[in-house]
């Protein structure tokens, strides 16, 4: 379950995503004067639609609207394998809610990025079985899905961790 703040970052950070990743480079290969800002108020709107999309029960919409945004955002002929340090922000977040992660099992302190929490809190959830060891190391991606959209309060580390 998110929250409206979760909304409110999560649109925040597509604006700027658009803003770096789309509009400044067309700024420059047009090289006009003429303003964007229809296209600007445009992608501000569908920013929106994509957060409540990524966000909402719609699990299938969601991967739909995560792997285009991938897509565009980062392209590129390799499967798309993110540091550690983009799954803790609010479109990394998002994603790992989505998507099925290439990997069928990432190492603990991705998985710890993934979730929000510690490395150590990543192994005291695998011992507590709260999280799937993979066979060949790591943690399974489709727990780690899993135990993110669980409802909230079933899912917060405790501050320990």
Same mark, same amino acid.
């Given at each position: ?20 990743? /789309? ?15 229809? /296209? ?14 990524? @966000? ?12 285009? @945004? /991938? ?27 989505? /998507? ?14 993934? @979730? ?46």
């Amino acid at each position: 379950m998110t929250t409206t703040e979760d909304h409110v970052e999560l649109v925040a950070e597509l604006v700027r995503l658009l803003e770096t990743r /789309i509009l400044d480079p067309l700024e420059i290969l047009l090289a006009s004067d003429e303003p964007l800002e229809p /296209i600007r108020t445009r992608l501000r709107v569908e920013a929106e639609v994509w957060a409540a999309q990524l @966000l909402g029960p719609d699990r299938e919409r969601a991967a739909l609207t995560a792997a285009r @945004l /991938i897509g565009v955002f980062f392209p590129g002929d390799a499967p798309f394998d993110p540091p550690a340090s983009w799954w803790r922000t609010a479109v990394g977040r998002a994603v790992a809610r989505s /998507i099925v992660h290439p990997a069928p099992a990432v190492p603990y302190s991705k998985a710890g990025a993934m @979730l929000g929490i510690t490395r150590q809190g990543v192994h005291d959830l695998v011992k507590r079985g709260k999280l799937d060891q993979h066979p060949d190391g790591g943690v399974t991606t489709s727990s780690i899905r899993e135990r993110l959209n669980r409802p909230r309060e079933n899912t917060r580390a405790r501050r320990d961790h």
